[in-house]
């Protein structure tokens, strides 16, 4: 295991942060000390919608503007909507939304993450793993992008990137989605749902642990946590 630096006065931005995974996550690095900014397209104190190019860049700015600089990003927006590639003629927006926005957010985040050694957690998606036939296609091929982006570039300009892989969440969102089986039409749940608090815990992990650089830990209800595959080189 790597070094374990306190969060205190550390400097967060996440995206996706006004409910569910991504408002757990802003809560518990608040609880370990640290100053975050919540960028969501709900109410947050930086709104945008990150399906639109330039908005990433956007909220970046303003992140960093609010708090003086940046030490930690998580990419945590993301989702879909019905219908799905190839009958969605909007077939950009959720590509933007997943991936797109997250490479914009990383390469203007890192100017300010560089100069003290920040980290960047992905959040992507067991959709973006395996070879499975998905109906959720945007989706699934942005978020299997965002895993490679993570392992591409593990460690640049000092900053440390790393990813967190869930499997179906138990979030209000997907609890409610359940109970009127449209989660159905995307894919079928797993017997056993994902808590928040394991995808919370594994994102303070890699934050934490100054030793990693491109991994991406998949986690899965009801199993341990796994890294994807030894890291190459």
Same mark, same amino acid.
């Given at each position: 295991?790597?070094? +374990?630096?306190? =969060?205190?006065?550390?400097?967060?931005?996440? +995206?996706?942060? &006004?409910?569910? *995974? !991504?408002?757990a996550i802003a809560a518990a690095l608040e609880s370990?000390? &640290?100053?975050?900014? /919540?960028?969501?397209?709900?109410?947050?104190?930086?709104?945008?919608?990150?399906?639109?190019?330039?908005?990433?860049?956007?909220?970046?700015?303003?992140?960093?503007?609010?708090?003086? $600089?940046l030490h930690i990003l998580v990419n945590n927006a993301?989702?879909?909507?019905?219908?799905?590639?190839?009958?969605?003629?909007?077939?950009? %927006?959720?590509?933007?939304?997943?991936? $797109?926005? /997250?490479?914009?957010?990383?390469?203007? %985040? =890192?100017?300010?993450?560089? %100069?003290?050694?920040?980290? *960047?957690?992905?959040?992507?998606?067991?959709? !973006?793993?395996?070879?499975?036939?998905?109906?959720?296609?945007?989706? &699934?091929?942005?978020?299997?992008?965002?895993?490679?982006?993570?392992?591409?570039?593990?460690? *640049?300009?000092?900053?440390?990137?790393?990813?967190?892989?869930?499997?179906?969440? %138990?979030?209000?969102? /997907?609890?409610?989605?359940?109970?009127?089986?449209? *989660?159905e039409e995307i894919a079928p749940p797993p017997p056993?749902?994902?808590?928040?608090?394991?995808?919370?815990?594994?994102?303070?992990?890699?934050?934490?642990?100054?030793? =990693?650089?491109?991994?991406?830990?998949?986690?899965?209800?009801?199993?341990?946590?796994?890294?994807?595959?030894?890291?190459?080189?």
């Amino acid at each position: 295991m790597g070094e +374990t630096p306190s =969060l205190a006065g550390r400097l967060a931005l996440v +995206t996706g942060g &006004a409910s569910g *995974i !991504g408002a757990a996550i802003a809560a518990a690095l608040e609880s370990s000390g &640290a100053r975050v900014v /919540v960028a969501d397209r709900d109410d947050a104190p930086v709104r945008c919608d990150l399906s639109r190019p330039g908005e990433a860049t956007r909220m970046v700015v303003a992140a960093v503007e609010r708090l003086g $600089g940046l030490h930690i990003l998580v990419n945590n927006a993301g989702g879909y909507t019905s219908p799905t590639f190839p009958q969605n003629a909007s077939w950009r %927006a959720p590509l933007e939304l997943n991936l $797109g926005a /997250v490479m914009e957010a990383i390469r203007h %985040a =890192l100017p300010a993450l560089a %100069a003290d050694g920040g980290c *960047i957690v992905n959040v992507a998606s067991s959709a !973006g793993l395996g070879c499975d036939p998905y109906s959720g296609v945007e989706y &699934a091929v942005a978020k299997a992008g965002v895993i490679r982006l993570t392992t591409a570039l593990a460690m *640049i300009d000092g900053v440390r990137v790393n990813c967190v892989c869930p499997h179906t969440v %138990a979030t209000e969102g /997907v609890l409610r989605a359940l109970e009127t089986k449209t *989660i159905e039409e995307i894919a079928p749940p797993p017997p056993t749902l994902l808590g928040v608090d394991a995808v919370v815990n594994a994102v303070l992990h890699l934050i934490q642990d100054a030793s =990693l650089a491109g991994r991406v830990l998949v986690l899965v209800g009801g199993r341990e946590p796994r890294f994807l595959g030894p890291p190459m080189g």
